[in-house]
């Protein structure tokens, strides 16, 4: 009887485990006909970057129909892109774009103009991890990171900081195998490491994911077995709830060219928390401080489809 009780309480504990970590259901949100590298999503239209052409395109909210936003010079491999904050001179509604041989473009809200805004000193085929540092520790700064992903070798990259007058200045340099997919900030709850970059760094069958300072000091808080690409912060809703644009997490395929979504309402307990997800096998983690530390925790997903090649991730509060 003694050991059916703790057998018991073992499958119990387990299963409250399991119970702790809700399962994400991911849905197609558009089909999009294109080879798809990342998403935008504004409080009017989707905006959709398609690889190695460099073109952009507008869709309304429900994801279809597209059309021709704007247009870069073709690179080929990845370009990413984000939305400007509107503040510390970055003017609202601007699209700031990263390039492979890093240029970073600024398109205006329209798509009327694509204007070179910067030039990274870097000689990497770079794969386009860009984000603006909304908490401040650098300086309000879009963040672009050098480095190329998908092999162990060249290893790491520099990260730099580029400035609303289009300014250039290093950070620092990190030396994981593979280079940086994208770049995340921290939010300010994050622990030890409020406010600081965080790199989602490809090694393709592995990668790791690396803080960054103010100061360029790093330290690897995770190691995974499969490239990490996409990364997000699942942020608070806001007091009035909205439901456009649809709240929750996007997530682009260049392989099946959808895009995949799940709703915030799924997400609220991560809150605080970074999002990663893996290029090829869709593998998903929640990413938390722990003390000084940090946990990485394996989210179960439902993912449309098999074959993945997940390249970019917006994520809408509500």
Same mark, same amino acid.
């Given at each position: 009887?003694?050991?059916?009780?703790?057998?018991?309480?073992?499958?119990?504990?387990?299963?409250? /485990?399991?119970?702790?970590?809700? *399962?994400? +259901?991911?849905?197609?949100?558009?089909?999009?006909?294109?080879?798809?590298?990342? @998403?935008?999503?504004?409080?009017?239209?989707?905006?959709?970057? +398609?690889?190695?052409?460099?073109?952009?395109?507008? /869709?309304?909210?429900?994801?279809?129909?597209?059309?021709?936003?704007?247009?870069?010079?073709? +690179?080929?491999? +990845? &370009?990413?892109?984000?939305?400007?904050?509107? !503040?510390?001179?970055?003017?609202?509604?601007?699209?700031?774009?990263?390039?492979?041989?890093? !240029?970073?473009?600024?398109?205006?809200?329209?798509?009327?103009? #694509?204007?070179?805004?910067?030039?990274?000193?870097? &000689?990497?085929?770079?794969?386009?991890?860009?984000?603006?540092?909304?908490?401040? *520790?650098?300086?309000?700064?879009?963040?672009?990171?050098?480095?190329?992903?998908?092999?162990?070798?060249?290893?790491?990259?520099?990260?730099? =900081?580029?400035?609303?007058?289009?300014?250039?200045? !290093?950070?620092?340099?990190?030396?994981?195998?593979?280079? /940086?997919?994208?770049?995340?900030? =921290?939010?300010?709850?994050?622990?030890?490491? =409020?406010?600081?970059?965080?790199?989602? @760094?490809?090694?393709?069958?592995?990668?790791?994911?690396?803080?960054?300072?103010?100061?360029?000091?790093?330290?690897?808080? =995770?190691?995974?077995?499969?490239?990490?690409?996409?990364?997000?912060?699942?942020? /608070?809703?806001?007091?009035?709830?909205?439901?456009?644009?649809?709240?929750?997490?996007?997530? &682009?395929?260049?392989?099946?060219?959808?895009?995949?979504?799940?709703?915030?309402?799924?997400?609220?307990?991560?809150?605080?928390?970074?999002? #990663?997800?893996?290029?090829? *096998?869709?593998?998903?983690?929640?990413?938390?401080?722990?003390?000084?530390?940090?946990?990485?925790?394996?989210?179960? @997903? !439902?993912?449309?489809?098999?074959?993945?090649?997940?390249?970019?991730?917006?994520? @809408?509060?509500?």
């Amino acid at each position: 009887m003694k050991l059916l009780g703790a057998l018991t309480a073992v499958l119990l504990a387990a299963s409250a /485990a399991a119970a702790a970590v809700p *399962k994400i +259901e991911f849905r197609v949100y558009a089909d999009t006909g294109i080879r798809l590298v990342d @998403v935008l999503v504004t409080s009017s239209r989707v905006l959709y970057v +398609e690889n190695t052409t460099n073109t952009v395109y507008s /869709a309304p909210l429900s994801g279809a129909p597209l059309t021709t936003f704007a247009q870069m010079p073709k +690179e080929v491999e +990845e &370009t990413r892109c984000r939305l400007s904050p509107g !503040t510390h001179g970055f003017a609202p509604g601007d699209i700031y774009c990263h390039a492979p041989d890093n !240029t970073i473009y600024r398109i205006s809200a329209d798509g009327s103009s #694509v204007q070179t805004f910067a030039h990274l000193p870097d &000689t990497s085929v770079s794969d386009g991890a860009l984000a603006f540092d909304t908490v401040g *520790k650098l300086g309000y700064a879009l963040i672009a990171a050098g480095g190329r992903s998908g092999g162990t070798t060249p290893m790491g990259g520099t990260v730099y =900081a580029i400035g609303a007058n289009g300014a250039v200045r !290093t950070i620092g340099t990190y030396a994981a195998p593979g280079g /940086a997919d994208e770049v995340a900030v =921290a939010p300010s709850s994050f622990g030890t490491g =409020a406010g600081q970059l965080v790199l989602s @760094v490809d090694a393709g069958s592995s990668g790791a994911l690396v803080l960054m300072d103010a100061q360029g000091r790093t330290r690897t808080i =995770a190691t995974l077995p499969d490239g990490p690409n996409p990364i997000v912060v699942v942020q /608070a809703p806001p007091r009035h709830p909205r439901t456009t644009p649809p709240p929750g997490l996007y997530v &682009t395929d260049t392989a099946s060219h959808d895009v995949f979504f799940a709703p915030a309402s799924q997400l609220r307990p991560y809150v605080g928390d970074l999002i #990663v997800g893996s290029e090829v *096998k869709g593998i998903f983690w929640a990413v938390q401080p722990r003390g000084k530390g940090f946990r990485t925790v394996r989210l179960p @997903v !439902t993912l449309p489809g098999t074959g993945f090649n997940l390249e970019g991730a917006a994520y @809408v509060a509500g």
